[in-house]
């Protein structure tokens, strides 16, 4: 099912108000917007709609732009991967900030642009499903922890998409591997498994049985397809025509 970016059910009525009206576009709002992402890092739930709205804003108002705010977005966007959050938040922010250009002019050394950068890695480590290398780089630079520590809960909303998509494509799997994946061991590991995805581990403790469902299941195609007697007709007359051509 598509992400629907457009969609909160948690936005207030004020803020819909201001998103169906010429007030996003009035630098005023900047504030208003402003506060409503500190809302959704502290309430744990992600208004992509407003985000980028509020990004749309800073980039005709490059005075207002709050840095700070900018990264939260990044952030909460990483949070519902693989939407693609992360990368229209990526498109609305300044040439001067968005790492990997096509052209090899480094970016200005600032403390956005770096943290720009390193959240842009985050967000290419768990696009490519390299899950290990998204916590071992997580928990490799102190400057990691700043950036995620205004989201609440941002580890266990990372685990639980990776869980999502992990029950897209497994039907079983070690649990060590997936201990690696999630970044759980032990005890913690096990309750995860068990009461936020509702999976079994048998085998000893070993591997993770997930039910079936829409994506992980294996399904046989038997395609069919009608050919009238006319149509080979028409191909071995025109076989015999340029023969005899």
């Known amino acids: 099912m598509p992400y629907a970016f457009d969609k909160c059910p948690e936005r207030p009525?004020?803020?819909?108000?201001?998103?169906?009206?010429?007030?996003?576009?009035?630098?005023?709002?900047?504030?208003?917007?402003?506060?409503?992402?500190?809302?959704?890092?502290?309430?744990?739930?992600?208004?992509?709609?407003?985000?980028?709205?509020?990004?749309?804003?800073?980039?005709?108002?490059?005075h207002l732009t709050h840095a700070e705010t900018v990264t939260n977005i990044l952030v909460k966007a990483l949070t519902v991967f693989p939407s693609p959050a992360f990368s229209l938040g990526l498109s609305l922010l300044p040439p001067s900030t968005v790492p990997f250009q096509t052209n090899a002019t480094p970016l200005p050394s600032t403390d956005l642009n770096e943290s720009i950068q390193k959240l842009t890695h985050l967000s290419s480590l768990l696009e490519s499903a390299q899950y290990d290398n998204f916590w071992a780089t997580l928990d490799s630079e102190d400057l990691y922890a700043d950036l995620t520590s205004d989201v609440a809960g941002f580890e266990d909303l990372v685990r639980i998409r990776i869980a999502g998509e992990v029950g897209k494509a497994f039907r079983e799997i070690d649990l060590a591997v997936l201990s690696g994946w999630l970044d759980l061991r032990g005890d913690g590991l096990v309750k995860f498994v068990k009461t936020a995805c509702g999976w079994q581990v048998d085998d000893g403790g070993k591997r993770v049985r997930i039910p079936a469902n829409a994506e992980n299941e294996a399904k046989s195609e038997v395609k069919g397809e009608r050919v009238g007697i006319e149509q080979f007709g028409r191909v071995i007359r025109r076989g015999f025509e340029e023969r005899v051509a």
């Open 13 to 62: 009525a004020s803020m819909d108000q201001i998103l169906n009206g010429l007030d996003r576009y009035n630098p005023e709002t900047t504030t208003v917007f402003q506060e409503y992402v500190e809302k959704q890092c502290d309430e744990k739930f992600f208004d992509c709609y407003a985000c980028l709205a509020l990004l749309k804003l800073y980039q005709f108002n490059p």
